[in-house]
Structures are given as C-alpha cells and as structure tokens.
C-alpha cells in the first residue's frame, strides 16, 4: 500500500473580473518555489513564480492562468498566501499627526480594486479609427514593472484588446505579432499617451484598511497596492 497523501481544503475565489474559481493553499512545493523570489527582486521572475504557484493551486479545469488579467493574478496570489501562511500580513505605518513610524498588522483578504472599472474603454484615433482598452495582462504586468520608463510603447501589445473601424475589427490575440508591431509603430506619441491614460483609469488590486496610531490615538489610512509589499 501506498503512502496516503494528505488532502487539502478548497475555497472558492471570485475574482475581479467577475470570474470564479475554485483553489487550494500553498503546498510545500510551493512554499520552495517561492523561496526564489524572495532571493531575486526580477520582476520577470516573480510573475513567472506567481504564475506558476497560481497555475498550480487553481483546481477549477477551465482556468488558464496565461489568460488572466494581472488584477486577477494577484488577487489570487494573495488570497491563497492568506489561506496558506496566515490572513494577516505586517505593513509599515507612518503617523501624519505625531510622526510616529513603525509596523501594524493588516488582513490581507480585505484585498480590493482601487475604484471602478472605467465606463467606457475604447479610445478614438481618427474619426472612424479606435482601439478596445483592456487591463494589464499578465505579462504585460511583467513588461511595465521592469520598462515602463525605457520601453512604454511595448506594453501597449498587452493592453491594447483590439482595433476598430466603422467596418471592421481586429482582435490583436489573432494577430501576429508582426502586424501589431506595424499598428503600433505608426501611432504618434500623443496617441500612444492618450491610449495609457486610458489605462491608468482602470483599478488595481489593492488594501485598504484604518489603524490607531499607538502613540497619539490618531486614526491612519494604510494603502497597500502592488505585490513587492509581500516579498521584502
Ligand atoms: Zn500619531
């Protein structure tokens, strides 16, 4: 007989974009895995772990992590960190009224969007020409955390979801890359801004909670939003 393997629970996720899913905790395969990034702050290579330890914990059979927004990725991440090594999660705090510095404690499953989802996610080029904004996908999140000050115009391949006339759509997942190079490449600078402000107006996952300043009483906002937060 073999030995038995242990079972762990599941939990159900939804996800911000409306998605969900069914995972289990980190697993000691995971908890190694992780152990990289902690050892090495690329960016690259922590939304390659993410993926991975998010690919593995998901149990829903649909799920493909390769398709998922960044938003979702980390959403994920952390709900299965809290349901794995604990709900709470030590943060610094800096009181504005007495000056006080130091650490509080926050649940990270308070874990939310920044704000709402922008009403309207096209931009307009020309008259008759436009682009279908999405958020940040996965790797594209990759590509911004590691370029987005030499190299911005690159993470317009994963934000853009597709092009339009009055006649025609072009979704940019069927296109090669070489096309979208060419579409992307005769933008003007103006353009390529406006698409990025489009952008910026969707949320992000982020914490928010209120804490007593232990030395004036003082009630503090603690913001919390991108993952490096997690890993220092
Ligand atoms: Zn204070």
Not at 29 to 35: V, W
Not at 41 to 52: A, D, S
Not at 121 to 128: E, Q
Request: contains cysteine; glycine residues 4%; hydrophobic residues 40%.
């Amino acid at each position: 007989m073999s030995i038995p393997l242990i079972v762990t629970p599941e939990h159900e996720a939804n996800l911000p974009s409306g998605q969900t899913v069914i995972y289990r905790p980190f697993l000691v395969k995971e908890e190694k895995l992780m152990l990289t990034i902690k050892e090495n702050q690329n960016p690259e290579e922590i939304v390659r772990v993410m993926k991975r330890v998010v690919g593995n914990c998901v149990i829903t059979d649909d799920f493909d992590v390769e398709k998922i927004s960044y938003n979702d990725l980390e959403y994920l991440f952390i709900m299965m960190r809290a349901r794995s090594v604990g709900e709470m999660a030590e943060f610094p705090i800096k009181c504005e009224k007495c000056g006080y510095e130091g650490t509080t404690e926050i649940d990270i499953t308070k874990i939310g969007l920044s704000k709402e989802l922008p009403k309207e996610d096209t931009v307009m080029l020309t008259s008759t020409v436009g682009v279908k904004v999405k958020p940040v996908a996965v790797e594209g999140m990759a590509m911004l955390m590691k370029s987005a000050e030499d190299d911005p115009i690159s993470v317009l391949h994963y934000v853009i979801d597709s092009a339009f006339n009055d006649q025609q759509v072009w979704k940019f997942s069927e296109m090669t890359k070489k096309e979208r190079d060419e579409f992307i490449e005769n933008l003007s600078l103006p353009l390529v801004q406006k698409i990025m402000e489009k952008v910026e107006e969707f949320p992000r996952c982020c914490i928010k909670d209120q804490v007593m300043c232990p030395s004036c009483g003082e009630m503090i906002d603690v913001y919390v939003e991108g993952l490096e937060n997690f890993f220092t």
